[in-house]
């Protein structure tokens, strides 16, 4: 592996665990055993380095963002979906642990952060645009407007939230969070089935 890629992978992981302000480039170096002017050579400060970090997963996020317009899903496909965006930002949790304070000493990653999170709310309001149309959701549209927040907010957050409470941050319980936001607005003859998958999706 080049030096570049596990800078990137040690960066990422000592941001995950201890969160970003905590991390120097010394110590990044220090865990990789090369010198700072080794690390240097490939970033030149953390900024870089956190800039990358977050390009790559703007990249991985990319595909579920753009689901295919003519795809039909079933109810049990929209939680895979989020399922799979959990997991990202999971593995990228150092990236939402502080945001408003990375994003205001970064104003490049600010403006990329709230593009991205644009572009979530996008497609979360059209996978909720489908289940009406599929009659699997009945809600009116300042309701739904609600909602989408909430939905954002919790993929955004509950991670985060689980590590201050001292928890292990479990994917499958911010899916069960969203799954249990989304049952009030289905349809009589939906609901049960996504409230029963949702008991069974948190208990693995």
Known sequence: MKTRERILQTALRL?????????STLEIANELEISPGNLYYHFHGKEPLVMELFERFQSEMAPLLDPPAE???????????????????????FLFQDLSNLAGRLP??????????NALKRTLAALLARLMANGQLDSDTQALGQLLEQITMTLL?????????????EVRLVVYQIMMLVAPHLTEMVRPTVEQLALRYLQG
């Open 15 to 23: 941001f995950n665990e201890q969160g970003e302000p905590n991390v």
């Open 71 to 93: 795809a039909r899903l079933e109810v049990e496909d929209y939680w895979l979906f989020l399922h799979l965006i959990v997991e990202r930002l999971a593995q990228y949790r």
């Open 108 to 117: 490049k990653l600010a403006r990329g952060v709230r593009h991205w999170v």
């Open 157 to 169: 957050f509950s991670l985060d939230y689980q590590r201050i409470l001292g928890e292990e941050a």
